[in-house]
């Protein structure tokens, strides 16, 4: 790569940096870009800039959205008081396809993970106690993935929800393997998961 013009260098170290991208597929990548029309070009960079311009993160629920409140927390046709707690906001995306959950969400924006180095003040707890004590919240799904992080999050938010002697604490049920990710699961097991979700 050292041989490469300044430009090319700079774009292959970017799609590097990416998750899951390696120096190979990032360097393919780049050269995929070059052979392109420059209109193509200037669409792809229009769209990435405007992640940043256009995107906000709702005020409620901590979800990625164009307007805060975002349509979820707006819509008349959800339950307020009933949450499903989930890790991303991929999470949730994977949970609105099954077309079966009426409530509103609260997004973590992680688990409990030392290792990936997410500790409990980076996550949107304080701001989902605070929506609980406004709201009045009658139920809180834990929608986690169900590996130790998702597990030792759970545990921890359990306690500190019990708390609130009024709300009906449940998960998800285990229709979904353990050690998978809610973000591929399919909307069969979804939809199954979400009907038979217990209290804890």
């Known amino acids: 790569m050292a041989n490469y013009p300044t430009p090319i260098k700079n774009l292959i170290d970017?799609?590097?940096a990416l998750p899951g991208l390696g120096p190979k597929t990032a360097e393919r990548l780049v050269?995929?870009?070059?052979?392109?029309?420059?209109?193509d070009l200037n669409k792809f960079a229009s769209a990435i800039s405007q992640l940043k311009n256009k995107i906000t993160v709702c005020q409620k629920c901590q979800n990625y959205s164009e307007i805060s409140p975002c349509a979820i927390c707006q819509?008349?046709?959800r339950n307020p008081k009933v949450i499903c707690l989930v890790a991303l906001p991929q999470d949730l995306l994977a949970i609105e396809k099954t077309n079966e959950y009426?409530?509103?969400?609260?997004?973590?924006?992680?688990?409990?993970?030392?290792?990936?180095?997410?500790?409990?003040?980076?996550?949107k707890i304080q701001e989902l106690i605070n929506r609980i004590k406004i709201d009045g919240a009658v139920?809180?799904?834990?929608?986690?993935?169900?590996?130790?992080?998702?597990?030792?999050?759970?545990?921890?938010?359990?306690k500190l929800l019990k708390s609130f002697k009024n709300i009906k604490l449940t998960r998800l049920a285990q229709g979904l393997p353990t050690g998978s990710d809610l973000e591929y699961a399919d909307e069969i097991t979804l939809t199954n998961a979400l009907k038979g979700r217990r209290e804890i």
């Open 14 to 16: 970017e799609f590097a």
């Open 31 to 39: 050269f995929y870009l070059l052979k392109r029309p420059t209109t």
């Open 75 to 77: 819509s008349r046709q």
């Open 102 to 123: 009426q409530g509103v969400y609260h997004v973590l924006g992680g688990v409990i993970d030392p290792l990936q180095g997410l500790t409990l003040e980076q996550l």
């Open 139 to 158: 139920e809180i799904i834990l929608a986690l993935n169900s590996d130790l992080p998702g597990e030792t999050t759970i545990l921890y938010l359990t």
